[in-house]
């Protein structure tokens, strides 16, 4: 979007266990050397007439010097 602004979006299709991985990200640039990011990670599989459905979310801060 901008040079402040980083979006990212990656996935997988898992097309024998009737998958899909989903993992968008966010970063933010505070200051010159400061970042802030979040990113999720959305898995979602079928094996053996069992489905998983695992969504995890997290942010860090990076400090570069």
């Known amino acids: 979007l901008t040079p402040l602004i980083n979006v990212s979006l990656s996935g997988i299709y ?7 991985f989903i993992n968008p990200g966010f ?3 505070l200051s010159d050397n ?3 990011s979040i990113q ?3 898995f979602n599989l079928s094996i053996n007439d069992n489905r998983v459905n695992t ?11």
Do not use: N
Not at 14 to 20: A, H, K, M, P, V
């Open 14 to 20: 898992y097309i024998d266990y009737e998958g899909l």
């Open 27 to 29: 970063i933010f640039s």
């Open 34 to 36: 400061i970042d802030f």
């Open 40 to 42: 999720a990670q959305y």
């Open 55 to 65: 969504t995890i979310v997290f942010g860090a801060i990076k400090w570069s010097f």
